[in-house]
């Protein structure tokens, strides 16, 4: 126990008892000779003044030698009088512990040792002297820090020696109070503590160094100005004394000025000098370099946070930068190269802009803004040019895949963009109405056209994936349908179909986009494929059990007419060998399926013909025209134009290109008098006997006729009819729904229904045409609505 001693010591032992005074030092009480000794020491008071080596701890001994011996008991009670303070002794003692604070401001060794002093502390905070110590130790530190203010008032001094000796001054200051806080910590846990309206003494220490030296306007001024010099020389390149602006800075921070003093005039430097330094480079770099350059220096500014400005200022900061370099040049860094990095494309720079604008308001918005621009621009260009028709689908294959990769590689996957990109595709690719649709619907067919050796089938079912995707952004599905349809037919019935897997993948591929309704007929020709097998097997069964079938072989495709594109009849003469099998094959399937009605189609037909030249035998595997043509040269040699086309009544320009076909293609087994490409009426054709070529069966192609715009308008006006019916059934089903609407709720109700674009005057003039037919009328008092007329 610290402090002066209050009582005096009391031994009682079995009802005898032995008093001493603290003047008897040693003294046996003479009554009971058997109890061991006891000897009460008590000291003086212990005051630092007159026993300086002394902690003043009241020290009791007793010992027993015998363990028989009876019970003590120790009662310690006051003094009767409190001992009294020597004359001065505060003075005194202030006087050594002001002596040795000085010493610590002074750099100098201190006479006495630290526990004497901490002692001498505690000892005037015991009686009651705290108060006044408190404010002579800050009398004192003032007094020193005052004197210190000398040193920075010079105008002459250099701004980094001004900023060296800030540095020094309040180092030696924080450790000077380090060790005069140590001396008078005992202060500080009492006094302090018990008085929450005064400083704890570090804090007394940081208040006066910030009164006197921090708040003094000239140096403030002094080192803020030079530690933004600092700070913008590091910032140009120049080496600096990082640990000498950390330090500073920390001293700002701990004087709680850092906010006021400097952050907000740092913060308006870096807005200037990012201002200037942003329009500067957005007119010298290029994007890349540009967007390089900003991640540069937000990582630079990073790295100062880190390294010596206050964790509180980096918000602030790094949005100062992102708004100076990215936010004031949104527009201009997209305008001038967002194309050129999307043409690229340049991943890292995209994913560098993409990181880069996503930390500033609205900069995702403007990049997916100037994305969709991109894109319809770009896809416009595509689609719209007729010189492209013929790559048009494959480049948008191409750059579909080359957005997918950019958007899942450079623009995480955001689904505003990946939203913005469908919405772009669906806009430009209807700019120009029903030629991407068929284009579409040709290159399926040139892909699942058999001889297309360029792809596996794991290959062609990712592809079919890929076209399946533009097929969703097409408005028109129908044209595609149509003309899907048409060449669906023609690698049906000629076989050149690649894999019928491949087919039947493409089309639960539409069935499950646009439903069964979209594919019944597409399903129905695979239907009729199959059943027409089975019937080639009866009716050769039925043959070898009835013995009529000669040497000629028949197989017949019977088509459902509603599920098939529309032929036109072409009626040529046949060899009395094929007409007889005809008829023969109708009666059979007529016995088996009565009421039907069967139309042959000689446009669809081929044949495989056994011919004798002079080097041997061959096959030639020819279309049916061509096998009329061939057929004739059995009865003579030599056969001109009109000839021919009298003997087989066959149309004229297919006839032509028929000819053109056997005696200027690569397998010529007619010959054409005079040479030449094309076929005139007054040319003469002779049957080539000495045709040679390595293999028995050649194939002899028909050469088709390129698909003329008359065709395609006729596949057009085809899908514009059955548009015209779906119009009318819309109508009726909606007026029959609702009995009386009016005209714009009735145009509203129908874009909602129908799948396909359609402009209001067409549906006007369907309107029209129902009220003609009394399927709705005009109201007689409202001629805007109309009625349902059931």
């Not at 600092?230 to 001293?251: F, H, N, P, Q, T």
């Amino acid at each position: 126990m610290s402090g002066l001693p209050k009582t005096q010591v009391l031994v009682e032992e079995g009802g005898n008892q032995c008093r001493k005074r603290s003047q008897v030092n040693n003294e046996q009480c003479s009554k009971k000779p058997k109890l061991n000794e006891m000897n009460v020491n008590e000291k003086k008071s212990n005051f630092s003044l007159l026993t300086p080596n002394s902690n003043g701890a009241i020290k009791m001994t007793s010992t027993m030698n015998k363990p028989g011996a009876t019970t003590k008991k120790l009662v310690i009670k006051n003094f009767k009088s409190k001992p009294n303070l020597p004359e001065n002794y505060q003075e005194t003692t202030w006087s050594k512990l002001r002596e040795a604070v000085i010493a610590i401001q002074t750099s100098k060794a201190i006479a006495y040792s630290l526990e004497e002093l901490y002692q001498a502390v505690e000892n005037m905070c015991s009686h009651k002297m705290a108060s006044q110590l408190y404010v002579n130790l800050t009398n004192l530190v003032e007094a020193h820090v005052k004197a210190n203010i000398e040193q920075f008032l010079s105008e002459s001094m250099d701004r980094q020696v001004f900023l060296k000796r800030m540095d020094d001054c309040w180092r030696a200051h924080c450790r000077q109070m380090i060790m005069i806080r140590s001396i008078f910590l005992y202060l500080d846990r009492t006094y302090v503590l018990q008085n929450p309206s005064i400083h704890s003494i570090w804090d007394m220490g940081l208040d006066l160094f910030r009164h006197h030296i921090a708040m003094n306007t000239l140096v403030q001024t002094r080192t803020v100005d030079g530690l933004l010099l600092l700070i913008e020389r590091e910032r140009g390149g120049d080496a600096v004394d990082i640990s000498l602006l950390k330090s500073l800075l920390r001293m700002l921070s701990d004087l709680q000025i850092y906010q006021d003093a400097f952050e907000h005039k740092f913060l308006q430097a870096t807005e200037r000098l990012y201002a200037a330094e942003g329009q500067r480079l957005m007119r010298e770099l290029s994007v890349a370099q540009y967007l390089a350059h900003v991640e540069k220096r937000l990582r630079e500014e990073n790295e100062r946070l880190l390294h010596y400005l206050d964790p509180s200022t980096k918000w602030q900061l790094i949005h100062t930068i992102e708004r100076q370099l990215l936010s004031e040049h949104l527009t201009g860094i997209l305008t001038k190269g967002l194309e050129a990095l999307m043409d690229g494309p340049r991943l890292s720079d995209l994913t560098t802009l993409y990181n880069l604008f996503s930390k500033v308001k609205d900069g995702l918005n403007e990049l997916c803004n100037h994305f969709n621009a991109y894109i319809k621009k770009k896809g416009r260009t595509i689609v719209i040019e007729p010189e492209r028709d013929k790559t048009m689908v494959a480049e948008l294959l191409e750059f579909k895949e080359q957005l997918d990769h950019v958007v899942s590689t450079c623009f995480q996957k955001n689904p505003k963009f990946v939203y913005s990109m469908r919405e772009a595709f669906e806009y430009f690719i209807n700019q120009r109405q029903n030629k991407p649709a068929e284009l579409i619907a040709k290159f399926v067919d040139l892909k699942l056209r058999a001889g297309n050796k360029e792809a596996t089938e794991e290959e062609l079912e990712r592809l079919l994936d890929k076209i399946m995707v533009l097929f969703r952004f097409i408005h028109g599905k129908d044209v595609f349908e149509a003309f899907y349809k048409k060449d669906l037919a023609k690698r049906l019935l000629v076989g050149k179909s690649a894999s019928v897997d491949a087919e039947k993948s493409m089309l639960s591929k539409l069935k499950q986009e646009c439903g069964g309704g979209f594919t019944c007929k597409l399903e129905g020709m695979f239907k009729d494929m199959e059943l027409s097998k089975d019937i080639n097997i009866t009716y050769k069964q039925h043959l070898a059990a009835t013995q009529e079938g000669g040497s000629l072989e028949l197989s017949v495709y019977i088509l459902t007419m509603g599920f098939w594109p529309t032929y036109p009849v072409a009626e040529v003469r046949l060899p009395a060998e094929l007409t007889r099998h005809q008829d023969h094959f109708a009666k059979f399937y007529l016995a088996k399926h009565s009421g039907r009605k069967l139309q042959w189609q000689a446009t669809l037909g081929h044949c495989v013909l056994r011919a004798h030249f002079a080097q041997g035998n061959k096959e030639l595997q020819v279309s049916l025209f061509q096998a009329l043509v061939l057929l004739l040269f059995n009865d003579g040699d030599n056969l001109s134009f009109e000839e021919i086309k009298a003997a087989t009544n066959i149309e004229e320009g297919e006839l032509r290109r028929t000819l053109q076909s056997l005696a200027c293609g690569k397998a010529r087994v007619l010959s054409k008098a005079p040479r030449g490409r094309e076929v005139h009426d007054a040319d003469h054709f002779a049957f080539a006997a000495d045709f040679t070529n390595k293999l028995f069966r050649i194939k002899i192609n028909q050469i088709q006729m390129k698909e003329t715009s008359e065709e395609q308008k006729a596949t057009e006006e085809r899908v514009f009819q059955d548009r015209q019916y779906q119009i009318d059934a819309a109508i009726v089903r909606v007026m029959k729904m609702r009995k009386a609407l009016s005209h714009n709720l009735l145009i509203s109700e129908l874009y909602n229904q129908l799948k396909f674009p359609v402009k209001p005057a067409d549906l006007k003039k369907r309107i029209e045409s129902l009220i003609d037919r009394d399927y709705m009328e005009r109201d007689k008092d409202n001629p805007n609505q109309y009625n349902y007329v059931a």
